[in-house]
T-cell receptor, first 115, second 116 residues
């Protein structure tokens, strides 16, 4: 069964450093997402991406964050200058179509630890 | 106001028994979808079941069913014949279509523990 993959599974970085989290969505999916989950808390939406542009973003997704689909398969989240509060699990998700019934398939997540 | 409310931080259920996990939602959008996800201790998010706001029948997927009460704005997950592998966090989520929104809004989750 096709699945969303994410690399790395765990990243440790120092405050102020840039990180790039990588995702490979399911190949025939058109909509891509990033969510984050701070330890012990709920999953929060960051950004959605369709047709090579951001379609929606949350208040969390400030200028420190950017997304890119550099080729036909990868979808990346860049955090320019990490802060301690960026420590969280970051999930990539994709869905096939726009209709309500299409579920979002989540990747296994990247645990980001900022020290 | 919270869009998704899960009032049970933790639940216990005996193996082979059924359990209901509560979820209420708040929206003025007539077109929306409700989703349940399971998050085991390993951390991944696993899709379980979906209910659309216009669906006439409650959704079912194997041992999972969704008790959808539209007037009460509730979408409770029922797990029948609980198994030890069902021990996990369970998140209710909603997508509202009217604003052209693509995001899922999640509740805080319920931690289910299945007791042998």
């Amino acid at each position: 069964e096709p699945e969303v993959t994410q690399t790395p599974s765990h990243q440790v970085t120092q405050m102020g450093q840039e990180v790039i989290l990588r995702c490979v969505p399911i190949s025939n999916h058109l909509y891509f997402y990033w969510y984050r989950q701070i330890l012990g808390q709920k999953v929060e939406f960051l950004v959605s991406f369709y047709n090579n542009e951001i379609s929606e973003k949350s208040e969390i997704f400030d200028d420190q964050f950017s997304v890119e689909r550099p080729d036909g398969s990868n979808f990346t989240l860049k955090i320019r200058s990490t802060k301690l509060e960026d420590s969280a699990m970051y999930f990539c998700a994709s869905r096939q179509g726009a209709a309500l019934g299409y579920e979002q398939y989540f990747g296994p997540g990247t645990r980001l630890t900022v020290t | 106001a919270q869009k998704i409310t899960q009032t049970q931080p933790g639940m216990f259920v005996q193996e082979k028994e059924a359990v209901t996990l509560d979820c209420t939602y708040d929206t003025s959008d007539p077109s929306y979808g409700l989703f349940w996800y399971k998050q085991p201790s390993s951390g991944e998010m696993i899709f379980l079941i979906y209910q659309g706001s216009y669906d006439q029948q409650n959704a079912t997927e194997g041992r999972y069913s969704l008790n959808f009460q539209k007037a009460r704005k509730s979408a409770n997950l029922v797990i029948s014949a609980s198994q030890l592998g069902d021990s996990a966090m369970y998140f209710c989520a909603m997508r509202e279509e009217g604003a052209g929104s693509y995001q899922l809004t999640f509740g805080k989750g319920t931690k289910l523990s299945v007791i042998p």
